[in-house]
């Protein structure tokens, strides 16, 4: 750890025994417990919305969540010599979800599924609202629609243009019928119910931020929460679980009925994560890093990536037809 950083340290009541570095921040070892010392990847006016919120959750009875500590003058956010901004968490001593454990997948949502039923909490202080799905998607496609153009006009073409030219077609139909699919839905009570009741999502709940503890599930890492349709979250976990297990049907369904045996899920709810599921977010993804990259040399890996892509695009078909009845 840098010499500004132990300072930083020096801001709090707590005695620390040791430091170790981990992705991106610092275990501290103390006589109060395991804290995790990192940058402040969130505006100093939304940190005691976000307290705040941790303590609701407290209260509400789940308490496996990386509250953050202030330091001794009561500030959230403490600085070091050289400007950086810090928050010292609770941590935990534990290792993150394995996704290529089933079990423990559906552990994960089921933890998804209790954090929901709580985090329906009024809270005004800087808590914003996730777009619409509508402007989203549109924006997408608009962008996908720019990029075609932009390498339709290459004189020179290379590996990952002339594969780019060879599927979009094919993965552009999966993004228009979402938009048809999502306006013929009632995508648009379910969003503003949502927002009006203050509904609030972790944001980015993944496995990296499932913690599986001897004793339970601990949850990290709410900096993006916001007020949003709840199965966000859920989509954004089946999604990242689904690309490691080839779109594993009876392993998707599974997860859903974890889910739902705790909170249920709704028609509306199974639109929307329909519909999320047939916007080929990957190869909107891809397309983006390929227009902003230094397109003199395109390496093989972006290549493969676009090839995954398309893979998993396909994998998915079965997945909606099967769980969704939709068809393509």
């Keep these: 750890m840098q010499e500004y950083e132990l300072k930083v340290l020096e801001q709090y009541d707590v005695n620390v025994k040791g430091t170790r570095k981990t992705r991106g921040a610092f ?5 109060q417990g395991l804290f995790l010392l990192k940058e402040a990847g969130i505006s100093e006016k939304r940190v005691p ?3 705040k919120m941790g ?15 202030p330091n001794a003058e009561g500030n959230y956010i403490s ?3 050289d400007g950086g901004r810090y928050l010292l968490k609770h941590w935990y001593y ?3 979800c394995d996704i290529r454990r089933s079990r423990e997948l559906s552990r ?22 996730e777009s619409h799905l509508k402007d989203i998607y549109e924006s997408h496609n608009r962008e996908l629609r720019k990029v075609r153009k932009f390498v339709r006009n290459r004189t020179v073409k290379g590996d990952f243009e002339l594969q780019f030219l060879k599927e979009y077609e094919s993965l552009y139909e999966w993004a228009d019928a979402a938009v048809g699919e999502l306006a013929a ?4 009570e379910l969003y503003s119910d949502s927002v009006a009741n203050s509904h609030i999502v972790h944001g980015e709940y993944n496995y990296h931020n499932v913690l599986m503890l001897t004793d339970g599930i601990a949850t990290t890492n709410f900096e993006k929460f916001r007020r949003n349709v709840q199965v966000e979250d859920l989509y954004y976990f089946l999604r ?17 009925n974890a889910y739902s045996a705790i909170r249920p899920i709704s028609d509306r709810e199974m639109e929307y994560l329909k519909v999320r599921f047939i916007y080929p977010e990957k190869f909107w993804k891809i397309t983006g890093s390929y227009y902003r990259s230094n397109k003199a040399w395109i390496s093989v890996k972006n290549v493969e990536k676009f090839q995954t892509a398309v893979t998993q695009t396909e994998e998915k078909r079965k997945l909606l037809e099967e769980i969704f009845s939709f068809r393509l």
Excluded at 27 to 31: A, K, L, R, S
Excluded at 108 to 129: D, G
Excluded at 185 to 188: K, N, P, R, V
Excluded at 240 to 256: A, F, I, P, R, Y
Aim: one cysteine or more; charged letters at 25%.
């Design 49 to 51: 919305a976000l307290y």
């Design 240 to 256: 990242k679980s689904m690309e490691k297990h080839g779109w594993n049907v009876h392993l998707c369904d599974c997860m859903l």
């Design 79 to 81: 600085v070091s010599e």
């Design 108 to 129: 994960a949502v089921k933890n998804l599924a209790r954090l929901h039923l709580i985090m329906v909490m009024p809270m005004e202080e800087y808590i914003f609202q």
């Design 185 to 188: 839905s009632a995508y648009d």
């Design 55 to 69: 303590e609701a959750l407290k209260e509400a009875g789940y308490t496996g969540i990386d509250q953050i500590l």
């Design 94 to 96: 534990g290792r993150e």
């Design 27 to 31: 275990f501290c070892d103390t006589e």
